[in-house]
């Protein structure tokens, strides 16, 4: 079971995090792609990274935007688990 994350937790994690926010009870970055297409590029490819996690973001499609939220809904919060994911999600953004 991993713990939950508690406000200044998750404060002091968004800093560090590019694009990201949000609080305890989830994370959200948007990202606006050149093209429909690179969006969907880019969800497929976070969607490998999150099932070799076994962690799987909330995604939002709408035309060239797209929105990826995390929470762990086992723990009912944020965890690292979370971070983590996040942290890849920004690394395949670049
Ligand atoms: C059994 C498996 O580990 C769980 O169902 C995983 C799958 N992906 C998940 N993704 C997210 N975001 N939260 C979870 O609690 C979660 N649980």
């Known amino acids: 079971m991993t713990d939950v994350l508690g406000s200044d937790e998750v404060a002091t994690a968004l800093a560090h995090l590019a694009g990201w926010s949000g609080g305890t009870d989830g994370i ?16 497929a490819e976070v ?13 939002d499609i709408r035309w060239r935007t797209v929105t990826f939220r995390l929470s762990t809904h086992s723990a009912g919060g944020v965890t690292d688990k979370d971070i983590t994911l996040a942290r890849q999600i920004n690394n395949l953004i670049g």
């Not at 099932?51 to 909330?58: F, L, V």
């Open 47 to 59: 969607a490998h990274v999150a099932e070799q996690a076994d962690h799987h973001p909330d995604i």
């Open 28 to 43: 959200e970055r948007s990202v606006t792609a050149p093209a429909f297409l690179d969006g969907i590029r880019l969800v």
